[in-house]
């Protein structure tokens, strides 16, 4: 069964650091997700993107992130200048419709700001 | 604002006894509300959604708009249910909003 990777498992950075995080999502997929879960919080919503574009974003979500699909397959989140809140599992997720359309989630990327 | 609550952090319940997660949450719109698991050394994975008023895994959850509650119901718990529970809600059909998680421990 196809499955969302993330890669890598695990990222240790220095703060102001730059990180781009992996994602290949399902292949015939056309939603993408970020998702993230600060240590003993819930997941949270950063993005989704649709059709080369970002279709909805939150507030955590600012100038220092940004996503980009640079070929048919991977889905990148880079956080431009890391701080030490950024600290967090990182999920990425795809699907093949909006709505109430099942999500799959990958295993995460665990991110240390150091 | 939108806000998914689950009131439960820990559920601990004996093998084949009823088990019953907590989900409110607050929406004045029609939400889209789901169920999603996670198992130990797994991946996030949906359970159920109340579009498809479906049974998984012998779980069920029912829609109650007056109470703004998605609770989700099992009559016999297994072992294997062992994992953590989150309710979920989309109002755009992009981001879905988390509750807290519930995690359910069921104990021989």
């Known amino acids: 069964e196809p499955e969302v990777t993330q890669t890598p498992s695990h990222q240790v950075t220095q703060m102001g650091q730059e990180v781009i995080l992996r994602c290949v999502p399902i292949?015939?997929?056309?939603?993408f997700y970020w998702y993230r879960q600060i240590l003993g919080q819930k997941v949270e919503f950063l993005v989704s993107f649709y059709n080369n574009e970002i279709s909805e974003k939150s507030e955590i979500f600012d100038d220092q992130f940004s996503v980009e699909r640079p070929d048919g397959s991977n889905f990148t989140l880079k956080i431009r200048s890391t701080k030490l809140e950024d600290s967090a599992m990182y999920f990425c997720?795809?699907?093949?419709?909006?709505?109430?359309?099942?999500?799959?989630f990958g295993p995460g990327t665990r991110l240390t700001v150091t | 604002a939108q806000r998914v609550t689950q009131p439960e952090k820990l559920l601990s319940v004996f093998k084949g006894a009823p088990v019953e997660l907590k989900c409110n949450y607050s929406y004045s719109g029609s939400p889209e509300l789901f169920w999603y698991v996670q198992y130990s050394r797994q991946r996030l994975q949906l359970l159920l959604r109340h579009i498809s008023r479906e049974s998984i895994k012998g779980f069920t959850a029912d829609l109650n708009k007056g109470e703004t509650s998605f609770h989700l119901k099992k009559p016999f718990a297994q072992e294997e249910d062992s994992a953590m529970y989150y309710c979920?809600?989309?109002?755009?059909?992009?981001?879905?909003?988390f509750g807290k998680g519930t995690s359910l421990l069921v104990t021989p």
């Open positions: 997720a795809s699907s093949p419709g909006g709505g109430w359309y099942e999500q799959y």
């Open positions: 292949s015939n997929h056309l939603y």
């Open positions: 979920a809600l989309t109002n755009s059909g992009y981001a879905l909003n």
